[in-house]
């Protein structure tokens, strides 16, 4: 059985020559499923052997929303400061400058424009891999910027949260975002447009106390983490044990607090029915 076995000692084989694994060959969901990552972005990045649904980008919920992936981003070049000077572990101005190069992304938020099964559509979409997604000034201004836009353009606004909550380096600037952004959703309501919008996961903190459960429709995707604070600290503070379920979308669902959970695979059709039916007009 020598056909295994390495008769020759000491091959060595050129750095130039080595050739590498492709990084994202594979995936494995938390489940333990081992997925082609060509397959999984076919399936709109969900596991077809569990149904997980993967944490995604904006950019991949643009090429799932938009017509063709065909669009215009609104107000992409503001990008957030450092007014307040704030040190941690390290400099804020230094996390912003390192998480810009490395995501490729200016804050975490994206708003964009286009198509959506042929009719206009604004979508505000947040991006987890920018400081967890969470809510700064900049956050709070292209959201309320998104919305003067459907307001304008008398077009549907829909929000797709995923957000650790407020960014605490810009402190009470961050926190203004939840009255900011709330404000600007009352004026989208009062101009009669609709509001659709989706909690991924996870979507908890400030998010989830302003602009993330202010919809005209509440809708999620199967299994996201959805709630204020998180389980542990909830658990902590209360004393109790906690449902079982807790937090997940499909917990909230029964409780009241959403309205629909769509899949991934029916979330353009999904967000355009509810569009069709709050304004009355043929259904697309």
Same mark, same amino acid.
């Given at each position: 059985?020598?056909?295994?076995?390495?008769?020759?000692?000491?091959?060595?084989?050129?750095?130039? $020559?080595?050739?590498?694994?492709?990084?994202?060959?594979?995936?494995? #969901?938390? *489940?333990?499923?081992?997925?082609?990552?060509?397959?999984?972005?076919?399936?709109?990045?969900?596991?077809?052997?569990?149904?997980?649904?993967?944490?995604?980008?904006?950019? /991949?919920?643009?090429?799932?929303?938009?017509?063709?992936?065909?669009?215009?981003?609104?107000?992409?070049?503001?990008? #957030?400061?450092?007014?307040?000077?704030?040190?941690? *572990?390290?400099?804020?101005? /230094?996390?912003?400058?390192?998480?810009?190069?490395?995501?490729?992304?200016?804050?975490?938020?994206?708003?964009?424009?286009?198509?959506?099964?042929?009719?206009?559509?604004?979508?505000?979409?947040?991006?987890?891999?920018?400081?967890?997604?969470?809510?700064?000034?900049?956050?709070? /201004?292209?959201?309320?910027?998104?919305?003067?836009?459907a307001i304008k353009h008398n077009l549907p606004f829909v929000m797709i949260s995923k957000s650790g909550?407020?960014?605490?380096?810009?402190?009470?600037?961050?926190?203004?975002?939840?009255?900011?952004?709330?404000?600007?959703?009352?004026?989208?309501?009062?101009?009669?447009?609709?509001?659709?919008?989706?909690c991924t996961d996870p979507t908890t903190g400030g998010t989830t106390a302003s602009y993330a459960m202010?919809?005209?429709?509440?809708?999620? $995707?199967?299994?996201?983490?959805?709630?204020?604070?998180?389980?542990?600290?909830?658990?902590?503070?209360?004393?109790?044990?906690?449902? /079982?379920?807790?937090?997940?979308? $499909?917990?909230?669902?029964?409780?009241?607090?959403?309205?629909?959970?769509?899949?991934?695979?029916?979330?353009?059709?999904?967000?355009?029915?509810?569009?069709?039916?709050?304004?009355?007009?043929?259904?697309?």
């Amino acid at each position: 059985m020598a056909w295994f076995k390495r008769k020759e000692k000491g091959i060595q084989t050129p750095t130039d $020559e080595k050739k590498d694994v492709p990084k994202g060959l594979w995936y494995k #969901s938390p *489940t333990g499923k081992i997925v082609d990552s060509d397959e999984l972005e076919r399936n709109l990045w969900v596991s077809p052997e569990d149904d997980y649904h993967v944490r995604i980008g904006s950019k /991949e919920y643009f090429q799932i929303l938009f017509d063709d992936n065909v669009f215009t981003e609104l107000d992409a070049n503001l990008t #957030s400061v450092d007014s307040l000077n704030f040190v941690d *572990t390290k400099k804020y101005s /230094e996390r912003l400058k390192e998480v810009t190069e490395k995501t490729n992304l200016k804050d975490a938020v994206r708003t964009a424009v286009g198509k959506s099964k042929g009719k206009d559509l604004v979508v505000s979409c947040m991006d987890f891999a920018f400081i967890g997604g969470s809510m700064g000034a900049v956050v709070g /201004e292209k959201i309320a910027r998104g919305i003067d836009y459907a307001i304008k353009h008398n077009l549907p606004f829909v929000m797709i949260s995923k957000s650790g909550g407020a960014r605490m380096m810009e402190a009470a600037q961050s926190l203004m975002q939840l009255a900011k952004t709330s404000a600007k959703l009352a004026q989208l309501a009062e101009a009669k447009i609709p509001y659709i919008s989706l909690c991924t996961d996870p979507t908890t903190g400030g998010t989830t106390a302003s602009y993330a459960m202010l919809g005209d429709i509440n809708i999620a $995707e199967p299994g996201a983490l959805i709630g204020f604070a998180g389980p542990r600290v909830v658990k902590d503070t209360t004393g109790k044990d906690l449902p /079982e379920g807790f937090q997940t979308s $499909e917990f909230l669902l029964d409780h009241g607090f959403l309205d629909f959970i769509a899949h991934r695979k029916e979330l353009k059709n999904k967000i355009n029915l509810y569009i069709d039916l709050i304004l009355n007009q043929e259904v697309r």
